[in-house]
């Protein structure tokens, strides 16, 4: 019943997807392990191995996908990549794995260019819906209410509210939520055109919505602890991590979000899992397998006790308890998602979220160059700053700049070396701010709190309601100075801005944890590889 519940699903929609329902992201974050590394997580011991690339979502389901490789006799290796990640190694023919299990059947879509993927089944299913602080949700009158994507618009423009969302460009919840506020703005459920994303009324109000982004992310996971360590409004998430969230809010004692589903735009996320075609019959048959186990009754009912879904009419009772009504869960509600639009519709409205009509990025680079990054360090800081400001590179990753975005540069050793500005936020002008940094020797030692703090200062000087403000700060090395000088700033100023580290040669990561705590921020793991981290830290803003 449950296959033919999702196979139904599949052919009326392509779903999109979940960008993470459940796993604590720490502050430190695992880098993406490339398929020459060895695998994020392992399970079973059976002769053969199928390798997995895998959405970090599933992180969670880590037991059962053990407990389901043990029973059918194989290993299963796990690399745990972000969605544009697994669409491009598709792309590319995922010649070092034998499954894909992204978020979304939409990536399915958009990188199996060369119909590698047979076999692919959802493994669960969970909304996308708007979490908002109980308090907040009665005071708008949207407790016990069907709610529309123009009611929170209208909220949003009254000031009554704003909220926490992932990048469209890098996580599936945040495509998700917006390809259904592109629908309900539009007043259809299906069938979304280039024609459509050109409509000037729906320009204006879809700039006016997500003007109201207060934080930005790329990681679904990582927005709930975000959201649970600061003070914020309202997230939009899945409903699996609104409730991994409120269990651990009703614990602290503190106020519980309330769940809206926005009836003109609701989005659900699948979690296909598909076989990677490389001709090995033996390979396909242990993944079989392990795809069976993982269908079970047993292992779907173990998913669904995690606040997944495993069917759209709403879910067992032995695991009711977990959807609790007390926070706006509506598990009798038979959910309706939109239609996803093809392929180029998709890739041109991701492409105009990402240039035109997503709140403008303030992003102030502080880049290390003391005397320790000569040689390869700096050869690989720079070819990092040319993936992310030379814009033919950058659109590869959805990562483009955005129309009225800002970008700065401080370079240090142990003072500053200099501070550089894009003029504008045109191709021309990044590409000569790049050329700029690429101009630069290192030199000298190290200190990362005054870049950090000279950061903070500028970025002050604008107005911090129009953009989403970030600091990135990569370094090699562990600072000489006293962060007293860090700890004025903040005293000055407040911690509103994110300061994102990125880890690199023999850098202290606890000195980095700490601006990453003190700013509600994260810090990346460079050493494997820095182009990635940088790729990676640019989807948060």
């Not at 329902?21 to 191995?49: I, M, R, V």
């Not at 949207?142 to 926490?164: E, P, Q, R, Y």
């Not at 109000?205 to 934080?215: A, E, F, Q």
């Not at 292992?299 to 695991?319: H, K, M, P, Y």
Request: proline share 3%.
């Amino acid at each position: 019943m449950i296959k033919k519940i999702t196979a139904i699903l599949l052919v009326l929609c392509t779903i999109l997807s979940a960008g993470g329902c459940g796993a604590l992201a720490s502050k430190f974050s695992d880098s993406s392990s490339g398929s020459n590394e060895a695998p994020t997580f392992t399970a079973g011991s059976g002769d053969t191995t199928i390798r997995i690339l895998s959405g970090s979502e599933n992180r969670e389901l880590e037991d059962i996908i053990a407990d389901c490789a043990e029973n059918a006799g194989i290993r299963v290796e796990m690399d745990y990549q972000g969605s544009v990640d697994i669409m491009r190694s598709l792309r590319d023919g995922a010649g070092e794995y034998d499954a894909v299990w992204p978020a979304s059947s939409i990536w399915l879509s958009l990188g199996d260019t060369g119909h590698l993927i047979k076999h692919s089944q959802s493994v669960s299913l969970t909304p996308v819906v708007f979490g908002i602080r109980q308090s907040l949700a009665e005071e708008l009158g949207f407790v016990g209410k069907d709610v529309s994507v123009n009611d929170i618009l209208t909220a949003i423009t009254d000031g009554k509210m704003t909220f926490c969302m992932t990048s469209a460009t890098q996580s599936n919840s945040g495509a998700s939520a917006y390809i259904g506020f592109l629908y309900a703005l539009l007043g259809k459920q299906e069938g979304l055109t280039e024609q459509d994303l050109q409509d000037k009324s729906l320009q204006e109000k879809i700039r006016t919505l997500l003007n109201g982004v207060d934080r930005s992310s790329g990681s679904s996971d990582w927005l709930k602890d975000m959201f649970l360590s600061g003070s914020y409004d309202a997230m939009v998430n899945y409903e699996c991590l609104i409730i991994d969230a409120n269990e651990q809010l009703e614990a602290e004692g503190r106020e519980p979000l309330y769940v809206v589903y926005p009836y003109d735009g609701l989005s659900l996320a699948d979690s296909p899992l598909g076989y990677a075609d490389h001709g090995d019959d033996a390979k396909e048959e242990a993944f079989l397998a392990f795809q069976d186990e993982l269908m079970s009754p047993d292992s779907q009912s173990r998913i669904e006790a995690t606040g997944r879904r495993i069917t759209a009419n709403g879910v067992s009772d032995e695991n009711r308890e977990v959807f609790n009504p007390a926070w706006g869960i509506d598990t009798d509600r038979i959910l309706s998602p939109i239609q996803m639009p093809d392929a180029e519709v998709l890739m041109a409205a991701l492409n105009l979220y990402q240039t035109n009509f997503k709140k403008p990025s303030l992003n102030i680079y502080c880049l290390d160059f003391s005397g320790s990054m000569t040689g390869t360090g700096e050869e690989q800081l720079k070819e990092a700053m040319s993936q992310i400001l030379i814009q033919e590179n950058a659109e590869k990753n959805l990562l483009q700049a955005n129309d009225g975005e800002i970008n700065i540069a401080i370079l240090f050793d142990d003072e500053i070396m200099d501070v550089l500005y894009a003029k504008d936020s045109s191709a021309a002008s990044l590409e000569s701010l790049y050329n700029q940094i690429a101009d630069f020797d290192t030199r000298g030692g190290t200190d990362i709190y005054t870049p950090a703090a000279l950061a903070y200062e500028i970025a002050h000087n604008y107005d911090l309601s129009q953009y989403t403000p970030a600091v990135i700060l990569m370094t090699d090395g562990q600072s000489m100075d006293d962060p007293d000088v860090f700890e004025d700033a903040l005293a000055e100023y407040g911690n509103d801005i994110p300061v994102f580290s990125i880890t690199f040669g023999d850098a202290d990561p606890s000195q980095l944890e700490e601006l990453a705590d003190e700013t509600n921020a994260r810090v990346f793991d460079g050493t494997k590889n820095l182009t990635e981290a940088f790729r990676n830290v640019k989807g948060y803003n």
